[in-house]
């Protein structure tokens, strides 16, 4: 399996695993089952309640319209739960798969559109296209994804808690931070700010350094209080050790 390599707009190198095609056909399924299941409530709710029979005397255009507007969560499902739910689905969510930028940025939603759009190629024609297309690209990238510059990546961590926590948090720890600022951070993301914090000093490497701090204070939207960089990152791991192990 090829790493995805990305350099962050503070110049933080990060990698990630692209998903396979295996998992992005689970995700694709579980996704769809959400669908059907969705349609066939609907189905038994409209007949069971006589909408549908008076749905039926109504002219050709209204109904089209009626069953239109019912077809609506079926047909934005991919492009509205991307968006909210920051480049995941529910099958997403289910196989820890994500949309990433390749060159850094948080994909936006005109990102999620293009890959929305580009699922009446890649997945609604047969879904030839998208699967031809992520078996023979590097990061197994649909045409959607080639063309919004995009990624779904694997957030299954190889990684134990051990690998996570810096230090130790008693009963009496005073967190620096909010837990709203903290858990903007995932497990996988605190667990990259670590060890570019221990490349960095294994390197003394403070230019990187520099460049993580200034990556994690964009994220908390908070400067450094700390007397250095280095208790800086070591005391927002030790507060999301804090708040993620109440």
Sequence with gaps: MSRLYITTTQNVPLFF??????????????????????????????????????????????EMAFYFVVMLPVIFYSLVSESLMEGRTFGKMLMKMRVVKIDGY???????????????????????????????????????????????????????????????????????????????????DMRIVKENMLEALKNRDSDLMARLCAKVESVLQAGNPLPSQQEYIAKVIADYNYYTGE
């Design 17 to 62: 695993t692209p998903a396979s095609v295996g998992e992005r056909m689970l995700g694709y399924l579980t996704d769809m089952l959400i669908k059907i299941s969705y349609l066939v409530s609907m189905y038994y709710i409209l007949k069971y309640t006589g909408i549908m029979k008076l749905v039926d005397m109504w002219d050709r255009w209204s």
């Design 106 to 188: 948080q994909a936006s939603f005109g990102d999620y559109f293009i890959r929305w759009i580009f699922r009446l190629v890649d997945i609604d024609m047969g879904a030839v296209a998208g699967l031809l297309s992520m078996l023979m690209s590097k990061h197994t990238q649909r045409l959607g994804d080639m063309a919004a510059g995009t990624a779904v990546v694997t957030e299954k961590s190889k990684y134990n808690i051990s690998h996570t926590i810096l230090m130790d948090v008693g009963d009496g720890y005073q967190p620096v931070f909010s837990r709203a600022q903290i858990l903007r951070f995932s497990d996988n």
